[in-house]
């Protein structure tokens, strides 16, 4: 499966390949061993265009510099350097061996090799693929272009040994797993569930991080049903974990347990929903866990209110911003508000129709409807028109008369849930249109 000239052409002719290859060629001209490897080479032997490029060379870092003013020196220690030219950025990385006496993630110091060292030191075979745009030069010891025909993932050396020096090399073989629609090698696999246990050590802006690629990539279903498999979801988030199992009425949902619901869902992202919609939508009905109850029939009484609650704390854990993790909660916490707009007053329908974080409200509502069977989407399309017709017999209401930070100044109290019903309140009376002025605005705040 080598890489097909019609792809070469159109990489080495679009802006990001024209670029890089320039970057290359100085490198190469200067007498330093340069070969573009990861995903963009993966991405080409797949018969697509790369979606970035990096770069590997035998260039030490002050040479790098030397020849490329305009980088990011961040990563020097590392031997990486983030080069930019022609308002492109490429990472351009010295060849690398692992130490000896690094655990992986925190390197007692990086040591400078050959490129066949720092192919030995990459994660899986079909990351150490290395590709010569001058010449057109493949070099892959470790047949890594074999292994993507097949769609294998296949760790490089021990499996056991890889994990045990970075777990988060776990979480990397499932999201390239769903990447390329692949499968394991049974090493690779048996790795993953012996010792998913480790995943426990992984910080939680590792976990977060690489999730979200997750979520953000082809297939999170896939990507999800591995976490659960491997046991890896059990020891990072057990609270979502703790869906599988959790039964739901049979006549308003085919598609069985909240984990099935939760897996059709993420298979019915699109292109429009960005991360905050795909984090919201996984972890909508997690709260269904602790509200399960039988009654005349299965009921999950205020779950929303629940799940807004599990995700305050999850995401807190995962150390998300605390913005993101406000409108993540938000937008779950008002998910089974559908029923509710139609009968609300204009006022009230402002309310939530203006809200800044609505329109991913509605995409995870259609999303709950996606992923379940039978889908029913009526109501959602009732509820989009009346929103649009309401937007277009509506101008948007003006920017705030006051910030966040004005507003505690003025009610004397620090952040927390007070500001955002201030807020709120102030944004309800501008749109009723009885304030105007950043002078009434105070006025109307003293007298809450």
């Avoid at 294998?152 to 797993?177: K, N, Q, S, Y």
């Avoid at 491997?230 to 949902?253: F, M, N, R, S």
Wanted: contains cysteine.
């Amino acid at each position: 499966m080598p890489i097909s000239r019609d792809i070469i052409d159109r990489t080495l002719t679009s802006r990001l390949g024209e670029r890089a290859l320039q970057v290359s060629e100085m490198l190469i001209k200067a007498g330093f061993d340069t070969w573009w490897v990861g995903g963009g080479v993966r991405d080409m032997l797949r018969g697509q265009l790369p979606k970035d490029i990096d770069i590997a060379t035998s260039a030490l870092p002050e040479d790098v510099i030397a020849l490329f003013p305009k980088c990011d020196e961040i990563g020097k220690p590392f031997g990486s350097i983030v080069v930019s030219h022609k308002g492109a950025t490429f990472e351009v990385t010295t060849f690398r061996e692992d130490d000896a006496a690094s655990d992986g993630r925190h390197p007692e110091s990086v040591c400078f090799g050959k490129r066949e060292e720092d192919a030995k030191r990459r994660d899986f075979t079909v990351n150490a693929i290395y590709w010569n745009p001058v010449d057109g030069a493949l070099f892959d010891p470790y047949h890594g272009e074999q292994d993507l025909q097949e769609r294998l993932i296949r760790f490089i050396g021990d499996p056991e040994t890889r994990i045990r020096h970075d777990a988060l090399r776990m979480l990397r073989a499932i999201r390239f797993r769903a990447l390329i629609d692949g499968q394991y090698h049974p090493e690779t696999f048996q790795a993953l569930r012996s010792l998913a246990a480790g995943a426990a050590e992984l910080s939680g802006v590792r976990i977060a991080t690489e999730m979200e690629k997750m979520l953000l990539g082809p297939h999170p279903e896939r990507a999800l049903e591995d976490l659960w498999e491997t046991e890896i979801l059990h020891v990072t988030i057990p609270e979502l974990a703790a869906c599988k199992g959790i039964p739901q009425p049979a006549d308003y949902h085919h598609e069985g347990d909240v984990w099935n619901h939760t897996l059709q869902c993420a298979a019915s992202f699109t292109e429009d929903h960005g991360a905050d919609t795909r984090w919201a939508a996984v972890f909508h009905d997690v709260g269904k866990v602790k509200t399960f109850a039988l009654k005349e029939r299965i009921r999950f009484d205020h779950h929303a209110e629940a799940s807004e609650e599990i995700i305050r704390t999850v995401f807190a854990r995962l150390k998300f911003p605390k913005s993101r993790i406000d409108k993540i909660a938000w937008i779950a916490g008002h998910h089974m508000m559908m029923g509710s707009f139609a009968a609300m007053p204009p006022e009230r329908k402002a309310h939530w129709y203006f809200h800044p974080w609505f329109t991913e409200l509605l995409q995870v509502m259609w999303l709950d409807i996606a992923g379940t069977d039978p889908a029913d989407f009526t109501l959602y399309e009732e509820i989009v028109a009346d929103y649009n017709h309401f937007l277009d017999a509506r101008p948007q209401p003006p920017k705030a008369l006051l910030s966040g930070d004005e507003i505690m100044r003025i009610l004397g109290i620090g952040p927390g849930e007070l500001v955002g019903k201030a807020v709120q309140a102030l944004a309800d009376a501008q749109v009723r249109k009885e304030i105007t002025t950043k002078k009434e605005a105070k006025e109307f705040l003293q007298n809450l």
